[in-house]
C-alpha cells in the first residue's frame, strides 16, 4: 500500500489517450483523484471542478488523472460529455485502487457493497506521495488539491 512521504511504484493501466504511465510523468506532480463512477452527480461535479481549474493545475506543471473501475468505453463517452482535458484511468482489476486502499465497504439505500471511496493523492515531481484526502467532499475540494500543488 502506498504511504506518505514514500516513492510511490510505479505503474501503467489503460487510460483515454491510451496507456498512462506513472514514470513519464516524472518531473512534473501528478494528481490521482479516485471516484466511484462515470455519469454520476457528484463524479460529474467533481471532474467538472478539475476541468474548471485544469489551466491553473497546469500552469502549476501539474497533471491530473481522474480513476474509477469503469471501463475504457465508458470513461471515453465520460470524458467526451464533460470535455474533460485530462486523461481517465480504467482500474477495471482493482489493482490501483487496492494500491491505494479506496475499496470500502459503502452503504447504498441499506445495502452495503464495496465501492471506491472519493479520495485524492498529490505525488510530488521526484513521484513521491506527498499529500492524500479521503472521504472527500466535492464541493471546493479542487481547489484545496490546487492550493496543495501550487505549495510544492
Not at 500500500?1 to 501503467?12: E, G, S, Y
Not at 506532480?29 to 489551466?55: I, S, W
Not at 480513476?67 to 481517465?88: Q, Y
Amino acid at each position: 500500500m502506498v504511504a506518505l512521504d514514500k516513492k510511490v511504484p510505479d505503474f501503467a493501466a489503460p487510460a483515454t489517450g491510451g496507456t498512462f504511465k506513472l514514470s513519464a510523468q516524472r518531473g512534473h506532480p501528478v494528481v490521482l483523484y479516485f471516484y466511484p463512477k462515470d455519469n454520476t452527480p457528484g463524479c460529474t461535479m467533481e471532474g467538472a471542478q478539475f476541468r474548471d481549474l485544469h489551466k491553473q493545475f497546469a500552469k502549476a506543471g501539474a497533471v491530473i488523472v481522474g480513476i474509477s473501475r469503469d471501463s475504457l468505453k465508458s470513461h471515453e463517452s465520460f470524458k467526451a460529455k464533460m470535455a474533460f482535458p485530462f486523461e481517465l484511468v480504467s482500474d477495471a482489476d482493482e489493482k490501483l485502487c487496492s494500491e491505494f486502499d479506496v475499496i470500502k465497504m459503502k452503504n447504498m439505500y441499506g445495502r452495503k457493497m464495496r465501492g471506491i471511496e472519493r479520495s485524492t493523492f498529490v505525488i510530488d515531481a521526484k513521484g513521491t506521495l506527498v499529500r492524500e484526502w479521503r472521504k472527500v467532499k466535492v464541493p471546493g475540494h479542487a481547489e484545496a488539491v490546487l492550493e496543495a500543488v501550487r505549495a510544492l
